[in-house]
Each structure stands twice: as structure tokens, then as C-alpha cells.
């Protein structure tokens, strides 16, 4: 009796500080949108191509994914064009790991805000977040042309491209924020990310597709958050295939796991970040 007691009173506690800091971070919300307009712009500042480069990096990487996977290989895509096949999953993933370096490395790198002024922490990371959805918008455009080049015509299922943006946003925010304040203790996160990042691509489906993995092992690859998201993607823009929401259900609930892990963890240790960075 006296463990439940505990039990409800602990969870009480955190639901009432998860409501203050929600507040305070509304209260605080035209700086976050300061923060996410000024992260847009710092992209593209001083750079000769500019908002090109959001879909230079997706573009090249689906020309040497074609040549390596998709021409030597023969990875199986179901009767698409393997360009069509990469780059529609390409899409995604360059935003989420895109996102993650720059959302990884986002407290260290505006240590003089944080020392300075107060405000939210989390709107730092959550801004670069929002900020990438810019390149993921630019970057999908030219699917549209890839659609008229190759002749393929979406089905319905298009429609949810942009709500599937949702359950990517949640688990970005919920892995940046956990990067963001671990970094802030030990520098060399930023160096070992893209292994991460790299590695975690292998571990997708984005080179291969899903049927490639043996039916009974499928269930151990959606415990990857990423496979799901990425996997509906892909179902939405090919007509040959259609979205599998067991999937994008387990992927959306895992994220919403993160989501809260990470905010635990950057709550419990934001109070700390003025004095380390």
C-alpha cells in the first residue's frame, strides 16, 4: 500500500513538472522561433549554393547508392527504378541524421546564450529540429520531378507523406535532446555520431527493402524506430506498395519512448549546463 502511495505521488510530481515546463517554454515561444528562424538562416549563410545543398546531399548519395547497390548489386526493388527506390527513403533519413549533428552539438556551440541569458534549454535543440524541416521540404520537391522523369504514379497514399513527418520529428527531438546535453558533458560525442549515424543507416531500410529481410527476423529490424518511419515513407510515394501500420505503429510508439527518456534526461541535467559549457 505504502509503494503504491509512493508510486502515485512520484507520478503526480513529474506530471506537475512536465506542466511547468511546458508553460515556461510557451511563454518563452517567440524566442524559440527567433532560434528556429536564425538556425535557417545560419545553414545557408555564406554557402555559393545555398539552399542547394538540400538536395545535393540526398541527390549524390542516391547516384552512388544506384551505382554500387542498385546497378552492381542488384538489390531487388520490387519493379521501381532503383533511384526512385533510395532517394524517396533518402529523404527522411538525411533530415533525421542531419538533424542529429546539428542538434547534437547545439548547447556546446551557443554556450554564450546559455551563460548569458535565460530561457528554455531545450528550445536550442528542439530549434535545430524545426530548422532542418526546411531541407526535408526542398528535398522532397524533387521527387516530384523523379515521379514525371520515371513516369510513376503515386497512389492516395501520397497524401500522408507530410503527417508522416510527425512521428520523424518526435523521435529527431527525442534523440537530439538526449545527444545535446550528453555532449555538453563529454565533448567526444560529436566524434563518435556519424559512426552512429552510419551505422544506424546500415541497419535501415533504405539501401535494401524490407522483403529482403527473412519474415522472422522483421520484427527484431522495426525495434529500430527508423525502419517503420522510413518504410512509410516509402509506401506512401511507390504504388506498388502500401503503408504497414503495425509498423508505423510500433516505430510511433517507440519514438514517443524516446521523446520522454530524452526529456527526463535533459531535465534532470539542464540545471547544470551554464556552469560545464
Known amino acids: 500500500m505504502g509503494e503504491a502511495t509512493a508510486l502515485t505521488a512520484t507520478k503526480r510530481k513529474t506530471s506537475r513538472a512536465s506542466q511547468a515546463w511546458a508553460l515556461e517554454f510557451w511563454h518563452y515561444r517567440e524566442l524559440f522561433f527567433f532560434l528556429v528562424w536564425r538556425d535557417v538562416k545560419i545553414r545557408y549563410k555564406q554557402t ?80 535545430a529540429v524545426l530548422s532542418g524541416l526546411v531541407d526535408f521540404a526542398i528535398s522532397s520537391l524533387v521527387l516530384i520531378g523523379m515521379m514525371i522523369w520515371f513516369r510513376v504514379l503515386p497512389s492516395w497514399e501520397l497524401i500522408l507523406w507530410p503527417f508522416l513527418v510527425i512521428p520523424l520529428v518526435i523521435l529527431a527531438l527525442g534523440v537530439a535532446l538526449f545527444l545535446s546535453s550528453l555532449n555538453v558533458k563529454y565533448r567526444d560525442v560529436k566524434y563518435v555520431l556519424p559512426f ?68 527526463l534526461y535533459f531535465k534532470r541535467t539542464e540545471r547544470e549546463f551554464a556552469d560545464i559549457v
Not at 533525421?96 to 546539428?102: G, H, N, P
Not at 524490407?210 to 519474415?215: A, N, V, W
Not at 512509410?232 to 511507390?238: I, Q, T
Request: charged share 5%; with cysteine; hydrophobic share 55%.
Open 196 to 263: 552512429v549515424t552510419q551505422f544506424w543507416l546500415f541497419l535501415t531500410p533504405i539501401i535494401y527493402p524490407t522483403s529482403l529481410i527473412p519474415e522472422r527476423f522483421q520484427f527484431l529490424m522495426y525495434l529500430n524506430p527508423m525502419a517503420g518511419i522510413i518504410d512509410a515513407f516509402r509506401d506512401s510515394f511507390l504504388p506498388t506498395r502500401h503503408v504497414n501500420w503495425t509498423a508505423l505503429g510500433i516505430s510511433f510508439g517507440i519514438s514517443m519512448i524516446v521523446l520522454v527518456l530524452g526529456s
Open 48 to 127: 555559393l549554393l545555398g539552399a542547394l545543398w538540400a538536395i545535393i546531399q540526398p541527390f549524390f548519395t542516391m547516384l552512388v547508392f544506384t551505382l554500387f547497390f542498385g546497378t552492381l548489386a542488384k538489390i531487388p526493388t520490387e519493379g521501381i527504378p532503383y533511384q526512385l527506390f533510395s532517394y524517396c527513403a533518402l529523404v527522411p533519413w538525411t533530415y533525421f541524421a542531419t538533424t542529429l549533428s546539428f542538434a547534437g552539438n547545439s548547447l556546446v556551440s551557443n554556450q554564450e546564450l546559455i551563460t548569458k541569458v535565460y530561457f528554455p534549454r531545450v528550445a536550442v535543440p528542439a530549434s
